[in-house]
């Protein structure tokens, strides 16, 4: 676990673009920006050259798409294999709505992506393994969840994410879990799509995003944890304003002392 890697973001503070959804850009903007990185939107694919060239790594949010964005996230997505920009993709409710599956097997078509970040439902949907998602939330199933997470990097060639209480990342052949984190998390709306970008903002200072993701989900999980312990009454609307407080200030060394991993 490099976790170091967070100082390097810290010094570098590379451009994230990203297309948002409209109900978490201010949360996924706001974060990026707290961590250390340089957060930029965009909703008119006639920039989406410029946009893309500019930044350092990009990620498409697919939580809440009209068809014209669908074509700017697929010319966006093209454009940063074209330019070789490290590319993150979220599966908002992909196993929940048949319509976003279709149109997240077009784009996944369209482009390769080198990290997809989901929750269970989203992974378990493509994975092609079965499952019950509830909307934008994980849902239900009784799958092993290393598994599903494995089986769809090997399908997608790439590394995958699988968020929740336990966070699985793997790029098909090595597998870290990542133990931290909080139920406040869940409490939040957004809190996926702002890790979903933290993840983007790790991959644009190490080309190994296997590493990359793994470290972008402890210090999301371990701030996050770091925060609810600090108060065991707080509630949901305390946690999001401590959150990016701590997303701003927590260290490197801070972090170490609760790392926990397998
Ligand atoms: N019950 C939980 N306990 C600890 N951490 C959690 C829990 N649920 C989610 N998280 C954390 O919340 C963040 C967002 O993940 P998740 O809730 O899976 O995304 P989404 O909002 O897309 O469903 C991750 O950092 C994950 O580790
Ligand atoms: C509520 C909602 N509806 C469409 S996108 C969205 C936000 C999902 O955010 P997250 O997956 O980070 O909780
Ligand atoms: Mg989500």
Redesign the pocket.
Known sequence: MKLSLLNDLRQQNPIVFNIS?F??VQDVANGINAIGASPIMSEEVAEADEMVQLAQAVCL?L??FTEPQIKHIKVTGQLANKYHKPLVI?P??VGAVAYRAKVAEDLLTAFQPDVIRG?AGEIAALAGVDWQAK???AGSGSGNLVSIAQSCAIKRRCTVILSGPTDVITDGKRTVQVLNGTPLFQT?????????SIVAAFCAVDPDYFEAAQTACLVFAGIGQRVAQSDPQMGSGTFIIKLMDALQQTTVAQLEELAAYD
């Open positions: 959804n109900v978490t949010n939580g809440a979220d908002v409710a929750n909307g934008i939330d939040h709306v957004g809190s996926g799509d702002m890790l979903s």
